[in-house]
């Protein structure tokens, strides 16, 4: 039995989850918002309660070493001090391609995610500053970083490659992203198919959105690329554009790298087109009949279903299609419009089972349906905590 602490480090935000593994039971679990804010927030919750202390913290430092001092479990007592922490995993945005796998962290693993920060400068400096704080407060536990790139680093060359000049392609290439929750979704669905060999489209749509193309457990294909901008229309991202947009952009309406750069991770996609960036306002003011809600849900799902076709030939086939995160487990009328028309597919959405509002893992097509629809809660922590486990296991 191990007592693994996942840390999900961001620019201004940590989350964590204690567990105890293999056993997959959560101890604590949390949130501290806004580090470095006036009004930060830190949320706190057991099996038995929820603490919400409002304070200024500072720094990351700070938000750690308050952490710490939670990790009590009243009802077992099991953790009594930080030194009672066996490993600590991080989440870590962009491996690269340098890691395709979990890995115990080292002097020269920090040395490789600091120099990948360049490819994801909102989220490597913010992952490595966890890692660092973490191994001076919790000091004998071992720290482990799994990357959100990691799933993807089986896509074949000729679909990771982008026709650029051969100079460039050592670093620009197609990533991903969303690797930790593409690969527990997809091998939940697995589970349930119980077929040896599978053909599976993911689809994660949360804030930020993507899908996967996955063969036999092995993802063969993904939306997202070179960074978190590309594929499907987001909450505040655009997605694919035709790359001379922004030479247009940058002339006609004189914006610089920065702003260009802001305009299209911060300002476009849904909350571009309809000034919302929050699908449930925007599906109220759709129903409501506001004319550019209801287009950008029209976007937007066309896309999706762009891209089922797309991966359906990249798979030779395709046995079942998985809904993921905030988006894809709730919204009942996405998962619809996603799925309507697609009959010559064979996916035969069961109106009545989607329209169920449930947040387990269920199959929301008909009997009859050739491809089964999923819709599976992601539980990326849990993956981290899984793949940790493993690993220590294995060693
Ligand atoms: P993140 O990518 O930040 O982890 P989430 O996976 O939590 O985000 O997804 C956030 C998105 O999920 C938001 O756009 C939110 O509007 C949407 N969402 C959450 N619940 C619902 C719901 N019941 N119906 C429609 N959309 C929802």
Redesign the pocket.
Known sequence: MQQILVLNSGSSSLKFQLFTMPEETVLCSGLIERIGSEDAKFKYKTNREKIRVVTPIPNHKVALEILAKQLLDPETGSIKSPEDIDVVAHRVVHGGKEFSETIEITKNVKDKIKALSPLAPLHNPANLEGINIAETIFKKAKQVAVFDTAFHQTIPEHVYKYALPNKFSDKIRLYGFHGTSHKYVSEKAIGLLGEKESKIITIH????CSMSAIKNGVCIDHSLGFSPNAGLIM?TRSGDLDPTIIFYLAEKFNLNLKELNTLLQKESGMLGLTGH?????I?ELAKEGDKACQLAIKMNTYRIKKYIGSYTAALNGLDAIVFT???G???TI?RELICEDLDFLGIKLDIVKNNERLKTIRTISTPDSKIKVFVIPTNEELEIAKETYDLLVKE
């Not at 749509?205 to 930020?208: E, M, P, Q, S």
């Open positions: 749509l949360g804030n930020g909450g960036g929050d699908l449930r306002e599906e995160a905030g988006i487990e709730n919204s996405m």
